[in-house]
Nanobody, 121 residues
Framework: QVQLVESGGGLVQPGGSLRLSCAASGTIFSINAMGWYRQAPGKSRESVADISSSGRTNYADSVKGRFTVSRDNAKRTVYLQMNSLKPEDTAVYYC????????WGAGSDYWGQGTQVTVSS
C-alpha cells in the first residue's frame, strides 16, 4: 500500500517563504514524476510544479521565479520551496506522484491528503 504524506504548510505573511515536503512510503518499485497541485476555495485544482525522475521541471506561469520543486530519490521525497508568497497563493496544496508499486504493470497516480497554505497579513 502506497502513501504520500505532506508537511510544511501554515500561515505566512505576504513576501514570506514556506517549504513543503511530501514523502512516499509503502510498497514501491519505482517513482516517475512527482509534483504539486493546489486548490483554492471555489476554484478547481491546478498544477503548480512537477519534476521527472531525471530532474526535469515544469512550473505554472503564476509561480515561475518564486517556487522551486526538487526531489530526493533516496528518500522518496519531493519538496516545494515557496518564496515571495502572495495572498493569491493561498490554497490547499496536494502532493502527486506516479508510482509503480511492483515491477509488473504501469504506474498509477497517488495523492497526498493536502496541506493548507495561507498567505495573509
Amino acid at each position: 500500500q502506497v502513501q504520500l504524506v505532506e508537511s510544511g504548510g501554515g500561515l505566512v505573511q505576504p513576501g514570506g517563504s514556506l517549504r513543503l515536503s511530501c514523502a512516499a512510503s509503502g510498497t514501491i518499485f519505482s517513482i516517475n514524476a512527482m509534483g504539486w497541485y493546489r486548490q483554492a476555495p471555489g476554484k478547481s485544482r491546478e498544477s503548480v510544479a512537477d519534476i521527472s525522475s531525471s530532474g526535469r521541471t515544469n512550473y505554472a506561469d503564476s509561480v515561475k521565479g518564486r517556487f522551486t520543486v526538487s526531489r530526493d530519490n533516496a528518500k522518496r521525497t519531493v519538496y516545494l520551496q515557496m518564496n515571495s508568497l502572495k495572498p493569491e497563493d493561498t490554497a490547499v496544496y496536494y502532493c502527486n506522484a506516479d508510482i509503480r508499486p511492483t515491477r509488473w504493470g504501469a504506474g498509477s497516480d497517488y495523492w497526498g491528503q493536502g496541506t493548507q497554505v495561507t498567505v495573509s497579513s
